[in-house]
Every structure is written in C-alpha cells, then in structure tokens.
C-alpha cells in the first residue's frame, strides 16, 4: 500500500465550529506532515512529526492543533478558523530521518472552506 | 537557507510540443531533488526525482538529471500531450533542512490540441 488517504475531502465550517481533519498512511514511515496550500501556490509547511513526536511547528496559529495518536494517523484539530484559512490541506509521510533522502507521499487533500 | 528557484509560467503549448522548466536549487551540501505534479483539484504526485549528482530521473516521458555544477534539475519532455496540463514543482530536501522539503514556486502548464 503505497497510499496516503485524507478525510474529508471537502469541508466547509463557520468560525465558531470545531473540526478535524484526518490522515492515514500504511507504508510503516515515521514522519508524517501538514501542508496548507492556496491556489496556484506552492504547499506551506505547517507540522511535522517524527516517531510521533512534534519535531516541527512553522510558527501555526493555536487555532491548529495537530495530533499523532499513532504512527499510521495524523489528525488536525480546527477550531475558531478565519477565512482567510479557507485552503487545500495536503498529508504527506516520508520514512522519515532526514538525511540525504526525504521523499514525501501526498494525500489527495482536504478542501477547507471558512465562513 | 535553502531555496528553489522555478522558472515562472503559466506556460502555454500545443500538443507534441517540446517542454522544458527550469530550475535551480541553493543550499548547503547536495540535497535530494524532486519533480512534483498537480492536476486540478488533485493533491500533488511524486513525478521523478534524483539523490545524487548525475542521476537521471524519469516517468511518463518526463526527464531531468540532475547537475551538480549549478545544482539545476530541468525538467523536459519531448512531446506533450493535453492531459499533461497542470502545475509543475520542483523541491529538495536534505542540505540544512533535515526533514523539510522546499518547493519552487509552481509552473503552470496548459496544452492544448
């Protein structure tokens, strides 16, 4: 299995709501990402989680809150979101370690809409 | 830091017309090099890439080797077809961002018939 699933694929949320956005992957790698990414632009990183640690925070606001129940999930917490975070949301996972090769899987995405 | 550098599109072509995007990679040491695709409405797709200097990637018709002199990785084909219209980014990974991949800006490619 050579796939990273992402659910839902759409999801449209007002500002007060609370959300999750979820991944998964079955390929046994140890470090998993979020992306978000606006049209016609290149992925944002926002998270990174090696060995299901927290290894990398871009700076996200607290409206964001990922978790790493295992080492196959990934999820995104959404709450009190603006607008303006309306985006693709893109999972990737890697075998992870960094090093000389860090090829990443994409998931297919969340379309997120704020109102 | 790292950097990628794209060339900048959209690009507009006819079908079995030859394409080439370039792009250059800044960083320290010789990191992984990367071609991704994105059709509409679609997450991003590995497309081919290179670890180490005169490594040849390719998948789909699509080439790049990757050279170590100017770090460049362009990406080409010989002929394109309509349903290689989408977005195109070059990224690498490793040099001094352990665990990041650093994207070019995207290459808008339309063909048309």
């Known amino acids: 299995d050579t796939e990273v699933t992402q659910t839902p694929k759409h999801l449209v949320m007002g500002m007060t709501n609370k959300k999750s956005l979820k991944c998964e992957q079955h390929m046994g790698h140890r470090a998993m990402y979020w992306y978000k990414q606006k049209a016609k632009k290149p992925p944002e990183l926002m998270f990174v989680?090696?060995?299901?640690?927290?290894?990398i925070n871009e700076s996200v606001p607290s409206r964001f809150s990922p978790e790493c129940p295992n080492s196959s999930l990934l999820n995104l917490h959404l709450h009190a979101l603006q607008p303006e975070d309306s985006a693709l949301y893109l999972c990737?996972?890697?075998?992870?370690?960094?090093?000389?090769?860090?090829?990443?899987?994409f998931g297919p995405g969340t379309r997120l809409t704020v109102l | 830091g790292d950097s990628v550098t794209q060339m900048e599109g959209p690009v507009t072509l006819s079908e079995e017309a030859c394409l080439t995007i370039?792009?250059?990679?800044?960083?320290?040491?010789?990191?992984?090099l990367f071609w991704y695709v994105q059709y509409p409405g679609e997450g991003l797709q590995l497309l081919l890439k290179a670890t180490k200097a005169d490594d040849k990637g390719s998948n789909k018709g699509f080439e790049a080797t990757y050279r170590k002199e100017t770090t460049s990785f362009h990406l080409e084909k010989g002929s394109v077809q309509v349903s290689d219209s989408a977005v195109y980014f070059c990224?690498?990974?490793?040099?001094?961002?352990?665990?990041?991949?650093?994207f070019g800006q995207g290459t808008i490619l339309t063909v048309h018939p």
């Open positions: 370039n792009c250059t990679y800044t960083a320290t040491g010789y990191p992984s």
């Open positions: 989680y090696s060995y299901e640690k927290l290894s």
């Open positions: 990224a690498g990974a490793g040099g001094t961002s352990y665990g990041k991949l650093t």
């Open positions: 990737a996972s890697s075998q992870g370690g960094g090093g000389p090769y860090n090829e990443q899987f």
